[in-house]
């Protein structure tokens, strides 16, 4: 059974940090890209970043260039996303998800996601 689980969301003021992880089990976890996804309410999940299998490509939306640092270690099966300069516009449930090859663009991560975490809470206080 495929598990991806995430953990390191919570409370933060603006401005703050914080770091999330994804632990992957029952899948070859070098043999995928992953990315991590965000949902607010009342809005379409959207791809927030995306690494290659190696760890040497990544990308990001707009929204977070410059603030967020996509990482892997696939020793540990772990996916990371460190989250600087938190706003208030980044309060969502975060997702990880592994995915079948990494592409650039974001618009294609989510139709490429072959299995997803169950999400963990980021609430970015004013």
């Known amino acids: 059974e495929v598990q991806l689980v995430e953990s390191g969301g919570g409370l933060v003021q603006a401005g703050g940090s914080l770091r999330l992880t994804c632990t992957a089990s029952?899948?070859?976890?070098?043999?995928?890209?992953m990315a991590w996804f965000r949902q607010a309410p009342g809005k379409e999940r959207e791809g927030v970043s995306c690494?290659?299998?190696?760890?040497?490509?990544?990308s990001y939306a707009d929204s977070v260039k410059g603030r967020f640092t996509i990482s892997r270690d696939n020793s540990k099966n772990t996916l990371y996303l460190q989250m600087n300069s938190l706003e208030p516009e980044d309060t969502a449930v975060y997702y990880c998800?592994?995915?079948?090859?990494?592409?650039?663009?974001?618009?294609?991560?989510?139709?490429?996601?072959?299995?997803w975490g169950q999400g963990t809470q980021v609430t970015v206080l004013s």
């Open positions: 690494i290659g299998w190696s760890g040497d490509s990544s």
């Open positions: 029952g899948l070859p976890f070098d043999d995928y890209a």
């Open positions: 998800a592994a995915v079948s090859f990494y592409v650039e663009s974001n618009d294609l991560w989510k139709s490429n996601v072959a299995y």
